[in-house]
């Protein structure tokens, strides 16, 4: 019988397996199993290289479908991300994102559907690139303000954690509203326009108070 697996890569101590489950479920995703990896980073590992990562291949038939909470859980790199759904879908899983509810799969034979769905994913796999180089140089930016004020008085403890900043941050770069943004992650939409308008200083706060 296929099965609906959950993948969810916990690469920082602000992000939680709990969290990218209760996300899933919340979604209206019927979970049978999880699979995670805790402590690795998806720009420098491919999800084959991973420990559990290479467990999920070997689990993975055709007919299941495979839930990230997005496609940055799989890899941050654009061509390793393509590279790994479209082996998934050969294989005839159905690759599905809990933000914004995409589906993958290569049920179609139709040319002009296979257009789209491949530019949709190439589109996702650059933007999971552009985010994590983003929040790279957020988190330098984060560094180097505590560094250069190391008595720096921390003010107010974020709301968010690492996790549902990099949500936040993926759903605005994607044309979401902040009201919508808010809903989906339970911050105030004040918050999210905060984040929206300077999320460098949304890393470094979390930076100060990780310190």
Sequence with gaps: MPKTILYARVSTADQTLSHQKAQAEKAGFVIDEVVSDHGVSGVSSVLSDRPEGKRL?????????????????????????????REFMRRGVVVRTVINNMTF?????????????????AFMAASAQAQAEATKEAQRAGIDA??????????????????????VVEMLGQGAGASSVAKQTGLSRQTVLRIKEDPAAAQAALERWAS
């Design 105 to 121: 799969d290569g049920a179609t034979r139709d040319p002009m559907q296979e257009a789209v769905r491949d530019a949709l994913i």
């Design 57 to 85: 291949y070997d689990k993975l038939r055709e007919g299941d479908v495979l839930v990230v909470r997005w496609v940055d859980r799989l890899g941050r790199n654009y061509q390793d991300v393509t590279d790994t759904i």
């Design 146 to 167: 505590a560094k250069a004020n190391p008595r720096k008085y921390r003010g107010k403890k974020p709301s968010y954690d690492g996790d549902t900043l990099a949500v």
